[in-house]
């Protein structure tokens, strides 16, 4: 018998690998953080000695979920303090810098362990930042203690005058954005990590973009940004440079294999080719595009993209303009919202939204060596979905319930890096009994010192 | 290789831009001094308004409708070249409509500035910016930390026209406030109004609440103002004058289940303002409500002018009088115990914060 760590059992073990094959009566085998057999639960039991065993029948045993664009920082304890009928600048500008501004250092931190809380609780176990705001320490810092995959980096811009507390100029960022990628390129065995984050859209100078191009490649990470949601990115690139922001970005030389771009709504179809053609990510949010307002149903390109070849991952976005952090309700929307745009049902099938939740994700994150599947050699990042529930019964056809019935409340237990990190829906390494507490007096806190008032519109007695 | 270019459309380039940062860089063009005329000209755009007042303008046109500068002259009974200037300024400051002879109230006259519109600020305009002397030596007081003739050497002199004044706006305020934080459907609340002026919370929260009463505190002299204005709104019987200096009037502790701090905060400095809510605290009932309404500025004292300007204005009145940020305020609320704070604005400009005292 072979020593191992844990057995992970489940009725069914949704492998996702190349075939993508659902092992009935299936388990996984972990040593140490790494998996190293997938097969017939009496087969793995056969050849191996665990220490532990987890699950059973009562369980699906899926990979965990890669969130591909998330504000870990800024979002999480302001959710859903903004209205929902704030036009997009008003939204940014007038709700969301202001409120990012006002953070402290802890209370950063503890945004970060909330957003990580509701990713891991939710079968999430890598993320993507969209940009710590000011404090990227002691984010880092709560993420080591929350025990999530991801990478961080700072908010980095040059562009924007204002406000005071997190404004920069373009050496101070370039500066940030390497002393970032220098100190804290591997934390944790590497389950966190930094990457050339900048926010993007149009607060960034030439020079700037060009210096994170060159820092990811130097110090071989991805980069990522926001760009395009609305028509005010493509407007301003426009009156700026005489073209549209993919093809001016093409001409710095930013786009490569490498980039995550968030959004993307507003491309048009040379855009589109240019992406297709450098073969860079992009980071789908539907919830977003849904309460912004966007219009990603009326001029989405996303089933165009992933015909083209370019790799469309899942974000879940900022908690103001997606007011939560389950992937597994965001891939429903992926999986619902170009059926229903073009009246078309083939428009990505369960199957393919759960591989741009996993895969697909991996894939964004260069990680798709490491994660994204239950294979041999790869990190165990590993999900227990609960189907002693009702949205889970009877349970006939694992990825279509997957995606279209069951949604984060389900998940029961998460490992990470093969350190079960959720029990039984618990947190095993922060203490939820003061937690939540903790979050709701910082929210109220930051909302209150913000200046922004209560825009609720039902009355509070 | 990417080359920095020219842009396409030369009048939309700005000093910073994508393709460009720093400097040197060739557009640059000198800024404007509008600003500076803004300044300049604000003396005498506030004293046409006053004047304007004084003269009973927006009362006389309400009466006389469109009306060539003779008319309103005649009405006035003032020289035809003086008045046709005057108004002339009115139309510039977007306070009238003009066509070629003939003078009318607009939309913002007819709300803002005739003694009986909806939310008349008429009687407002002549003492908002507190003494108006005190403006010519403000470089003194700056020097000195302390105003010529602050409001606190004759504070009735000063608050009676200003409470006055201020009733409509901010009664306006107290019975929107109703929205957000629905006092109305308080059974027989209790009621603490430090500082009330003329009452307008009191009232709003009266009016709203058939078996609430309160207490209307403010100094002798200007608590007249609250009798005159609560008898005015019927509901005079159920409340209790206490007049006297809200830091030293006696409050019964764990009382009341509203306690209304309006507008007196910035005239007491960061000490005296977080004493007055640690009073506030002392004085309610465990779950009863602080409503605390004030002009804060933001965390970094400049994207909000109203209230930064309303800050100069204190120190330039008053001995102690600033005005804080909304995170200064927060914190005193939460250093005296308060939770659950709430930052509503019933009207525009107009913000309160509502705490509440732990169960």
Known sequence: MIEIDTLIVGSHVVTMNPTR??????????????????????????????????????????????????????????????????????????????????FTAEEERLSAQLAAVEMLKSGTTTFLEAGTI?????????????????????????????????????????????QQLVDHASVADG????????????????????????????HGTGMSFHMSPAKLDPEAFVAEFGHRPMIHLAELGILRDDVAITHCVQVDDQELAIMAEAGVSVAHCPTTALKVSY???????????????????I???????????????????????????????QMFPAEMAYEMATLGGAKTMRMQDTIGSLEVGKRADIVLHDTDRPEWRPLLNVANQLVWSADGRGVHTVFVDGVKVVEAGQMTTIDEGTFYDRCQRAGEAITARSGLPDKAKWPVL | MFEPRDAPYPELKKTHTMAHVGRPWTDYKPPPAAPVWAAIEGLGRYYILLAALELDVFDTMQRLGPSTVDVIADALDAPVDHVRSLLDGVV???????????????????????????????????????????????????????????????????????????????????????????????????????????APWSIAMLNGCPDGSAVVNDLPGVIDVAQAKTAEHGVADRCEFRPGDFHTIDIEAGHYDIVVLGHVCRTEGAD????????????????????????????????????????????????KGFCFTHQEFSEWLRDAGFIDLRLVEPIGFQQSFVASRPR
Not at chain 1, 196 to 209: E, F
Not at chain 2, 290 to 314: C, S
């Open chain 1, 21 to 102: 094959d659902v092992i009935r009566h299936g388990a996984v085998a972990v040593r140490g953080n790494e998996i190293v057999d997938v097969g017939k639960q009496s087969d793995l039991e056969a050849i191996y000695a665990p220490k532990q065993t987890v699950g059973s029948d009562r369980f699906v045993v899926t990979p965990g979920m890669v969130n591909t664009h998330i504000h870990i920082t800024g979002e999480p304890l302001t959710r859903g303090y903004v209205p929902d009928d704030t036009p997009f600048e008003e939204n940014v500008f007038m709700w969301l810098c202001p409120l990012y501004s006002v």
């Open chain 1, 134 to 178: 000011r404090f990227l320490d002691d984010v880092i810092d709560g993420l080591v203690e929350v025990g999530i995959r991801g990478r961080v980096g700072n908010w980095v811009w040059d562009l924007p005058p204002e406000p005071d507390v997190y404004k920069q100029n373009t050496d101070a960022a370039i500066d940030m954005l390497q």
């Open chain 1, 191 to 218: 389950r966190l990590g930094t990457w050339s984050i900048l926010v993007g859209h149009t607060t960034a100078s030439d020079p700037l973009w060009k210096a994170a191009r060159e820092l990811a490649d130097e």
């Open chain 1, 295 to 313: 219009g990603v149903t009326q001029i989405g390109k996303m089933p165009e993209m992933v015909k083209a070849g370019v790799n469309v991952s």
């Open chain 1, 315 to 345: 974000g879940t976005d900022g908690n103001n303009a997606s007011n939560y952090s389950d992937l597994m309700r965001a891939t429903y929307l992926v999986a619902g919202l170009f059926k229903d745009a073009r009246q078309d049902p």
């Open chain 2, 92 to 198: 510039a400051l977007d306070l009238l409509d003009q066509f070629t002879d003939v003078y009318e109230l607009n939309d913002a006259a007819k709300r803002y500035l005739v003694s009986d519109g909806p939310a008349s600020m008429a009687g407002l305009i002549p003492m908002a910016p507190g003494p108006h002397e005190n403006w010519t030596q403000l470089a003194d007081t700056v020097r000195s930390g302390r105003p010529a003739t602050p409001i606190e050497d004759d504070p009735v002199g000063f608050y009676v026209p200003l409470v006055e004044g201020t009733f409509t706006t901010m009664f306006r305020c107290a019975t929107r406030a109703d929205l957000k934080i629905r006092y109305s459907a308080m059974r027989a609340p209790k009621i603490l109004d430090l500082g009330a002026g003329g």
């Open chain 2, 272 to 319: 005296g303002a977080r004493h007055l809510i640690e009073r506030a605290f002392e004085a309610l009932k465990p779950e009863g409500r602080l409503v605390l309404a004030d002009y804060f500025t933001d965390i970094e004292r400049k994207f909000n002018p109203h209230a930064v300007i309303m800050g100069t204005t204190m120190m330039a009145s008053t001995e």
